[in-house]
């Protein structure tokens, strides 16, 4: 039973499932759209929903934290500058997931996740 079980584990050690989000959360916020698993999906929603809101209060120490946890700087530096702005009068929801359907080599299924 799954009792007291909070995350997802997805098969890795916990550095590696942890630099996993991290390139995934790099790779929406840079283009504002990915293609992956729904488990990885609904996994770093969250995540990239707390570096936009982090964004928007633009204060140094948020700065601090998206630096430290987004891989580029440019996307640090576009979660502050774009889409702090954009989402200003949205109090959450920023991401949206999109279902395609069944991978063709495991069955898996695919989602697309992206900014609203």
Not at 44 to 62: F, H, N, Q, V
Request: net charge positive; hydrophobic share 40%; proline share 3%.
């Amino acid at each position: 039973m799954r009792h007291g079980m909070n995350s997802r584990r997805f098969d890795r050690p916990t550095d590696a499932r942890l630099a996993l989000f991290r390139g995934l959360v790099t790779d929406l916020l840079k283009h504002e759209q990915i293609k992956t698993t729904e488990a990885k999906a609904k996994t770093i929603r969250g995540m990239a929903e707390k570096m936009i809101t982090l964004g928007k209060s633009g204060s140094l120490p948020a700065r601090r934290r998206v630096l430290g946890y987004v891989y580029d700087k440019d996307v640090a530096g576009k979660v502050f500058d774009e889409l702090a702005t954009r989402y200003a009068d949205r109090p959450g929801g920023y991401t949206r997931i999109i279902k395609l359907g069944p991978r063709l080599g495991d069955g898996a299924l695919l989602v697309q996740l992206e900014l609203v």
